[in-house]
């Protein structure tokens, strides 16, 4: 039996009367917010409120007032939106619909609004304008390199200046000396931020402190942190730097005396790269604040316009065009490596740098210093883009002048440089740190040391650059460039007439033999007529000496330094 509304007693869902139109309560509309009643209150407020917001944002995250920089435009933007939200909340929400209520917002919010969109505008307009599609050249002109002769221009480095501890080993130097001094290792830590710099003729690097948590650093801010730590790389020799008054500007300290928002207060418009610490020849600690320019259109072409100087104990800033000399950290690594990089990809076209690819090439995956004169350089590898595991040459580059070389010579990556070195000592487990380029005998040669799983360097190695074969090893610098010399004249790439750096000869007859054993190995002990100085032999190195006898002339050549033993390197019977 079908069942219908009717038969359930006159049921129906429309209604519970019959026939009666259905009663629906009538609806109450929506009373508008009430608005400030005067338009200039409500405007005050509206930038009142946006002011304080933008205040607070911008002591907290230091955007740059600097159309160049990309976070102003994003301060910007959120200063426009607190305003628009505010205006919408002092004037009232008024209007009924979508269409209306949008109305009535830009009618609040008119000025605010036109100004982001303008904003956004600009940003790809300047985007689009400074692309690397359009301005290829100009992207492959911001590092001016220049060939050149790698044999006459980069100096032979004497063994007692090579440095030998990279940025990890310096790290377990810098916090093994502070945990010996009892009056600072429960009060501060080191930062990790060890920085290569050229100190009165030596490449060091220089760490600050920092406080070891929140109540330390309420305990000792008044005082601030009373010392610095040199890491001399040759001796690796670790010198807590002591000041009569301590620092109080850093990068992780905290309110107005950190070093970022102290920079910000001082220049808001500049954009700065990453600080770094250094010290002047007297040994007053700054921090040098490259300051970064963009040179094609709105946001392309970083480069560096000067540094600000910020004495890190007072405080006080000055702004420098041309750095002091002493300033060794003017360009940053990263920065270097970028530009040459446009340099290699963009010299013929943008088109050129993906489709044909004639004369393309990029630098290697990492970098190191090298310490010439008074400047430090950054040195790279350069390869083409086809990533095969070797160089083409490499560039030097000064971080103070921006003056770059490059220097062809093909031969092995760094990489592969320290997997043949390592070859050399598998049996010991031991692992090459990343390679120094430096001058040995006119060859370019890779030097590293040779660490073991405790990261204590027990060896050290150099490899030739165009022949990775040539390997050579030993205990100390001077034996190893001793033993890649002689195995660059085996090889024929020297005619022999290398002389060892940091060494000097002298001529004398044999006045006093004597002998020990070392290690194992037999040493023979040779002073010569009229001097008191005894020099060492290895009789493994130099058999001649297991046979000569006080009267010989003989001509011995011999590391040069202090003391009654000097380290004999090669002997001769005259």
Partial sequence: ??????????????????????????????KPRKAMKSPAARVAVNILVTLLVGAGYFYLELPAINLQAPDFYAFALLLCAVYCVCAVFTSGFQGQGVANYFRFVKKQCRIPFFLAVGLVALALVGTLVGSVIFRAKDY?????????????????ISYDQ????????????????????????????????YTQINYRGRPVRIATLMYADLIKWFTNRSDGLPAYLLIDMVTQNVELVRLEEGIKYTNVEHFGRNLYRHLRFHYPTYMFSRPVMEVDEEGVPY???????????????TDVKGAVLVNAVTG???????????????????????????????????????????????????YNYIAMGDDVWVYTGVTSTGGDQSNI????????????????????TEHSAMASAQGQVQHLGYMATFPLLLNVGGEPTYFMAMKDNAQLVKKYAMVNVQQYQIV??????????????AMLSQNGVLDGSVSLSGTETVEGTVSEIRSAVLDGNSYYFIQL???????????????????????????????TGEGSILDGVELALS
């Avoid at 492959?140 to 032979?156: H, I, K």
């Avoid at 040459?393 to 092995?412: D, H, M, P, V």
């Avoid at 610098?477 to 010399?485: A, K």
Wanted: charged share 20%; glycine share 10%; proline share 5%.
């Fill in 140 to 156: 492959s002109q911001l590092l001016p390199v220049e060939d050149g002769d790698f044999a006459e221009e980069v100096d032979e």
């Fill in 287 to 301: 921090w040098i604040c490259p300051r970064l320019v963009k040179t094609i259109g709105l946001f392309g072409g």
């Fill in 393 to 412: 040459g490499f560039i030097l580059t000064n971080q103070r002048t921006k003056e770059s070389s490059f220097y062809s010579c093909a031969g092995a």
């Fill in 316 to 366: 006080e800033c000055q702004y420098y065009e041309e750095v002091p000399a002493w300033v060794d950290n003017l360009y940053p690594a990263g920065l270097i490596v970028q530009q040459y990089d446009f340099y290699g990809m963009y010299h013929n076209g943008f088109l050129n740098s993906i489709f044909g690819q004639r004369d393309v090439k990029v630098t290697t995956d990492d």
């Fill in 1 to 30: 039996m079908a069942f219908s509304g009717s038969d359930a007693g006159g049921f129906r869902w429309e209604g519970f009367s019959s026939g009666a139109p259905s009663q629906q309560p009538p609806s109450t509309p929506k």
């Fill in 162 to 193: 090579i440095p030998m501890l990279d940025k990890y080993s310096a790290e377990r130097l810098g916090d093994r000396k502070l945990g010996e001094l009892s009056d600072m290792v429960s009060q501060f830590e080191v930062v990790d931020d």
């Fill in 529 to 559: 007529t009229g001097s008191d100085v005894f020099y060492s032999i290895s009789a493994v190195d130099q058999p001649l000496a297991v046979i000569l006898n006080p009267g010989d002339r003989v001509t011995v050549t011999y590391r």
């Fill in 472 to 485: 050579a090893t030993g205990d100390t610098v001077g034996e190893c460039e001793q033993n890649y010399l």
